[in-house]
């Protein structure tokens, strides 16, 4: 049971009856916490982060609260992870490659054409390529929970013309987020790429500041970005997740009870979106359809091969280094 505060007690015992006391409601919480996600709170993240804070309540009696913030409310990506390593935001959920521009390692999850599917990339991710970026960025001062929400495979949209082969990249203006590694592979392709945080993505198509991007069907769909851009090329370039990272003076305040009940509900909430994200995933591409997207699939082996003449592989393998591109390797087979 948590006791009752001093003050609490003596303004209720002085000012109504004992049994008003017991019925008020719950005084404020110890601990008020916030989490911010670029995503919309249609999107399975959102929602299972939404529901785990409203579990942590419960089962903190109160004590710990947790509140939600989506569609980049307290900010772009960049500004939130300033945030969070500052302190000024408790948890933020991010994708491996935009904390590169922090912690370099953790893009690694990111080289295009990799994983083969998403049970591989989240094997390497709850695996040993998981560990090691995980242990890089604690080093570098910040916590990031044991597994990773599922994004899913990114695809191309545009509003100008479908991407059937590499070839349909030169030139292509296309927005890509803030990370290296993204710029690099679409340089690769041939394409334009520019860098724009995704809480300013909607407006910059609208505007043809970009005539196209790339996201997992999940988001194309729950971001409205169908709204504002007509073909979907299934390109499948590079699976994508988020680490929900915590600022660790923050979390380590926390009594041992509480942070079990964070870990087991925030677990929770990875296991039931990664669910989400299967089950959804199959009728996304109907659901576009009927949203007046055109679909087209492509041949991924020539845009794999247009990486690697162009020396995509090469390059990220002397930037990773040898012991981070063995253990991603280990998982995929050879990639060059
Ligand atoms: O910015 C994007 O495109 C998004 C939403 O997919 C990421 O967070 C990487």
């Given at each position: 049971m948590p006791s009752i505060t001093r003050r609490g007690l003596l303004v209720g015992a002085s000012a109504l009856p004992l049994v008003t006391i017991r019925t008020r409601?719950?005084?404020?919480?110890?601990f008020t916490y916030k989490l911010g996600t670029n995503l919309p709170a249609a999107h399975p993240l959102s929602a299972r982060n939404i529901e785990a804070a409203a579990r942590i309540k419960e089962a903190t009696g109160g004590q710990m609260e947790i509140n939600v913030f989506p569609s980049s409310q307290l900010g772009t990506d960049t500004d939130m992870l300033s945030q969070v390593r500052a302190g000024g935001v408790e948890f933020f959920t991010l994708s491996p490659l935009i904390l590169s521009t922090f912690v370099p390692v953790t893009a690694i999850s990111g080289v295009g054409f990799a994983f083969k599917d998403r049970n591989q990339a989240l094997s390497a991710l709850d695996g040993a390529l998981g560990e090691l970026v995980r242990a890089e960025i604690a080093r570098r001062g910040l916590m990031a929970f044991p597994r990773i929400f599922d994004s899913g495979f990114r695809q191309t949209t545009s509003s100008t013309h479908p991407i059937k082969q590499p070839g349909d990249f030169s030139g292509f203006k296309i927005r890509v987020p803030a990370a290296a590694l993204w710029t690099s592979l679409f340089k690769d392709f041939g394409a334009a790429p520019t860098t724009i945080n995704f809480s300013e993505t909607y407006s910059a198509l609208q505007t043809h500041v970009a005539d196209g991007q790339e996201n997992p069907l999940a988001i194309i769909d729950s971001a409205k970005l169908y709204e504002v851009q007509k073909y979907c090329s299934m390109t499948n370039h590079m699976w994508d997740g988020y680490w929900l990272l915590a600022n660790p003076r923050a979390y380590n305040r926390l009594p041992d009870k509480v942070k079990e009940v964070v870990r087991r509900e925030f677990d929770r909430a990875i296991d039931e979106e990664r669910a989400d994200l299967v089950r959804i995933d199959a009728g996304l591409r109907q659901t576009l359809v009927d949203k007046k997207m055109e679909f087209n699939d492509v041949d991924a082996a020539a845009f794999r091969d247009t990486l690697r003449s162009a020396g995509f592989y090469t390059e990220w393998k002397n930037k990773f280094g040898d012991q981070a591109w063995q253990t991603l390797v280990s998982f995929t087979g050879p990639l060059s």
């Open positions: 409601p719950a005084r404020a919480a110890e």
